[in-house]
């Protein structure tokens, strides 16, 4: 479930106008409840935000260097109108009430999670997506429950996905591909370094800013591996590499980072022609297209951009372009020479041993 980007403080009422917690209505299952969210804490290092003057400070308990912790609920934010739904709840845009600063507030249910057996792949989304500091990818704040609900405090994308904008315009012009692009490739490149696997690539998990930058969201399927091998098959169809696909569904297959390197690839595709490479009516013919790596481009795609794409669709996933030399191609370098200058390339130790501990897990 995606929420929708740089954070701020309100710029009017008309973005408030559903009730205070104290009158909130539950979507689906969630019924309205008195005092709820009445206990515990955000459990992440203490965060500085883009605007950080306007913001509140979102702290850890088990920060050796963190400010004092504080209790986070519901009675602290002012809820306004709905961002978009997903399998376990709604995502809102609310509002920090000392602070008046503003975040996207993803309420998941308990009961739902538990049912679909969600509550490994929400532990780990939280482990991960608590220690990435990365302008291209959305922030995790803070978090807090209560008894039938988990709050996950995250930076608002006021733009909201940016599937829905490919759905309005249809395509993209190279130019505007290209600089989504970059930034989809450099913060990529950054979960890498940190050994970070995202596995569910797909333009429904990137959001967009106020300032029409991305922001990559959607940790629910990603998995902190230094050893770069994986097993566990999941992710979207259209978006799954040959090796997941050709995989025994009972047994499950090892893998790497490549696959979301394979992901970049029908992105940019979809970028440029308006859906994916290998989208087909039915689910085992898509299938068969991805393994036989059946890609066909119309007219319109340039020499550059078809070179870029099938660097990246490869079937052996050691023979897929490296992110780095992605940045490098000359699709980017043509088309979006301010977006590459401006990249953020922090420097990170080269076991990406800061990534969190959020290993576990297949």
Known sequence: MATSASAGTASGPS???????????????????????????????????????????????????????????LKDFDIGRPLGQGRFGRVYVAREKESGFIVALKILVKTEIKREKFERQLRREVEIQSHLRHPNILRLYGYFYDEKRVFLILEYAPRGELYKLLKEVGSFDEPRAARYFAEIVNALEYLHRKNVIHRDLKPENILLAGDDSVKLSDFGWSVHAPTDRRSTICGTIDYLSPELVSADQNQGVEYSRAVDVWSLGVILYEFLVGHPPFEDPTIPETYSRIRNVDLRFPPEVSAEARDLIEKMLQRKPEDRLPLADVL???????????????????????????????????
């Open 328 to 362: 490098e191609h000359p699709f980017l370098t043509k088309n979006c020479p301010e977006t590459l200058a401006g990249l953020y390339r922090p420097h990170l130790p080269s076991d990406g041993a800061d990534a969190g501990a959020a290993s576990g897990g297949q």
């Open 15 to 73: 973005q408030y106008s559903a009730p205070t917690p104290g009158g909130f209505r539950a979507p689906g299952p969630m019924k309205r409840t008195a005092g709820t969210a009445s206990t515990t804490t955000a459990r992440v290092r203490p965060l500085a935000p883009a605007n950080a003057s306007a913001a509140p400070t979102f702290s850890s308990s088990s920060s050796t260097n963190a400010q004092p912790s504080r209790v986070w609920t």
